[in-house]
């Protein structure tokens, strides 16, 4: 197994076996993805693709309190880019993984609450497992900006659409046991044991045969080369919906009562 990197790196990268574990390692800020997280989570995932050794990547949040918080809304509010510059990152998304084809199995250890991103990092994943502390949320209506990183659309397909509609449309969070009861997540353990019983998983398919592993990942999610063609318009009627809410006085609001620690006002406009 490699040593990770230093403590003070926002992503962290092992490797264990045929397994590479990514950690996004900003817990003081609930390990929010800025553009150092994209570039660090984006780049493992290249270097998994490419290597014929690693057959499953586990994404993680460093610290016990947070999987992930969604993206750094005080970045945001400072005017800073979340996503690196380019056309490959703006396809990637958030981390360099939501909207990414990945031909290699994806298994979220949600270690706490996963929230706007963080929810729609485990809505990318192909299986959960989350703490018994863990919850989910899309809060992004509270913010003046809607889940515009796949979880407006993953969240109907993964659970019930008029409770998946609820969540997004109230922005409310629910914990570990209702995810499991509603098929969100594949198994709730102790917390102490979410990132253990996610490596055993992911030794369990890394024990099976890769090549046979990701066609039937690629059957069953339905894609074709590097794409999800099911999910191509969704994503462009997201990016149109994106150009006017991102723009808009509610979505400047949110982010800065946020760092204001306040309540926003929003207008509408």
């Known amino acids: 197994m490699s040593e990770p990197e230093p403590a003070t790196d926002p992503v962290l990268v092992q490797r264990r076996d045929h397994v590479m574990v990514i950690t996004i390692n900003r817990p003081a800020v609930r390990n929010a993805v800025n553009e150092a997280v994209c570039q660090g989570v984006g780049d493992a995932i290249t270097e998994a693709e490419r290597d014929d ?10 610290g016990d309190k947070a999987f992930c918080g969604g993206a750094d809304l005080k970045a945001i509010s400072r005017g800073e880019r979340i996503l690196p510059e380019g056309e490959q990152w703006q396809r990637w998304g958030l981390a360099g993984f939501v909207g990414r084809y990945i031909d290699k199995p994806t298994i979220a250890a949600v270690n706490g609450v996963a929230l706007g991103g963080g929810a729609e990092l485990a809505l990318a994943a192909d299986l959960v497992i989350a703490a018994d502390n863990a919850s ?27 409770i998946g509609l609820e969540l997004l449309m109230t922005g409310e969070a629910i914990d570990a046991d ?7 997540v594949n198994r709730v353990v102790p917390a102490a044991r979410v990132l253990g ?21 690629r059957i069953a999610l339905g ?11 969704l994503w462009e009627l997201t990016a149109k919906e994106m150009a006017v809410v991102s723009v808009s006085e509610d979505a400047k609001e949110g982010p800065r009562a946020f760092a204001e620690k306040r309540s926003p006002v929003f207008k509408g406009r």
């Open 53 to 62: 050794e690693v057959r499953a990547i586990v994404l993680t949040g460093a």
């Open 136 to 162: 989910f949320g899309l809060p992004e209506v509270k913010r003046g900006l809607f889940a515009a990183a796949g979880g407006a659309f993953r969240l109907v397909a993964q659970v019930p659409a008029r």
């Open 178 to 184: 209702r995810a499991l009861e509603l098929g969100l």
């Open 197 to 217: 019983v996610a490596m055993e998983l992911a030794a369990k398919i890394a024990a099976n045969a890769p090549l046979a592993v990701r066609a039937n990942k």
């Open 223 to 233: 894609y074709s080369g590097g794409d999800r063609p099911h999910e191509a318009r």
